[in-house]
């Protein structure tokens, strides 16, 4: 297997408030990733990608960047919705929330995501768990 390049690099990005989608793709495209593959605005949209791409490997991303709190379906539903499909199970999942609960990451951590941050952090934050990422992951 191969290592991933960032030229290469898949990433979905789940989050219905444009804002914060602003500065995470600003931190990405400054750090020399490509455009998010998608950008979904809420949870049933992603569900919604995540059926349509199923048969499709070539079209799986890499890594989803997920914030939890979002209308229909929300973040958490979502990811159990992966852990349970046996396509999705051991897709990476970054958690990126305004929400710094215990019992959100407490929850989230429990259903094996990469990592959780919290809004409040620096996108720089993001950059490197996205590199550490990819400096370990073999497709």
């Not at 048969?55 to 979002?70: F, T």
């Amino acid at each position: 297997m191969e290592r991933i390049t960032k030229k290469e690099f898949r990433l979905v990005l789940i989050d219905d408030d444009p804002h914060d989608l602003f500065f995470v793709k600003l931190a990405l495209e400054k750090a020399g990733f490509p455009p998010p593959l998608r950008e979904l605005g809420d949870g049933a949209a992603a569900l919604d990608y995540f059926k349509a791409i199923e048969k499709s490997p070539d079209e799986w991303p890499h890594i989803v960047v997920m914030d939890l709190k979002m209308p229909r379906l929300n973040g958490d539903e979502v990811l159990r919705w992966l852990r349970e499909h046996p396509v999705y199970r051991e897709m990476p999942v970054i958690i990126l929330s305004s929400s710094d609960e215990m019992s959100d990451i407490k929850k989230t951590t429990r259903l094996g995501i990469l990592r959780y941050l919290t809004k409040q952090v620096h996108c720089d934050d993001l950059v490197s768990a996205l590199e550490r990422f990819l400096a370990l992951s073999k497709i």
